[in-house]
């Protein structure tokens, strides 16, 4: 009789993240900074069809990186769960922890009991009434959740874009500062300039109403970078 094949099962979980990370190298990062009245989110996207950007609810983001397919799956749930949870008991109790709870929940368990897991990360973005109720919650392709302050980046050149942002972010920025911090630190790490239409940009704002989410036109950004 055949033995069966044997892997050891810390040689399996480091095999699986390598072939997650070099899925989600393959893409462009995505930073989040906050601003005086909101959070911005930038990426680097030139495509109109295929957004990495996305409304979740009210006062809810979602950004994600690595394969659209994926991660545009887990946008269209959180939606579903958000919107069950908003009608079962009320707006005010949809709240970015749960979804991102649920996020983390979700990746881990593919990441272990799948054979391919997925080669994504993604972001959840949260604003309140005050900066101070503002979240950021990175959650990484094995179910990890970070919760992140004043400015964080997804993707594959997150660690380059996060070294550059950290000694140079300040609170309070207004939204055309944010913006030029944002897309500064991006063409700094790429070492190019990149153009107004190659970006897709949207803010959760304050000054919205109730629902916050909005997309920047590329005439708002090529006027902040001016």
């Keep these: 009789m055949t033995l069966p094949y044997y892997v050891p099962p810390e040689q399996l979980m480091k095999d699986r993240a390598e072939f997650a990370q070099k899925g989600i190298a393959k893409g462009r990062s995505i930073i989040a900074v906050e601003y005086a ?43 579903r769960h958000a919107d069950l949870k908003g009608y079962s008991y009320g707006r005010s109790d949809v709240a970015a922890k749960s979804l991102a709870n649920a996020y983390s929940q979700t990746l881990a368990a593919v990441f272990t009991e799948s054979v391919k897991p997925y080669e994504i990360e993604i972001l959840i973005v949260e604003i309140g009434d005050e900066p101070e109720n503002t979240s950021l919650f990175r959650v990484r392709y094995d179910g990890t959740l970070v919760d992140e302050e004043g400015s964080c980046a997804i993707g594959g050149q997150e660690d380059e874009l996060t070294a550059h942002m950290k000694d140079r972010y300040e609170a309070g920025l207004n939204l055309r500062d944010a913006l030029r911090f944002a897309a500064e630190a991006f063409e700094a790490v790429e070492s190019r300039q990149i153009g107004p239409d190659e970006w897709e940009a949207a803010v959760l704002d304050r000054t919205n109403g109730r629902r916050m989410f909005r997309r920047l036109s590329v005439d708002e950004i090529g006027t902040a970078r001016s």
């Design 37 to 79: 009245d909101g959070v911005l989110v930038l990426a680097e996207n030139s495509s109109s069809a295929l957004n990495k950007i996305g409304e979740i609810y009210d006062r809810m983001a979602f950004a994600g990186v690595g394969k659209y397919n994926e991660f545009e799956a887990l946008r269209v749930a959180g939606i």
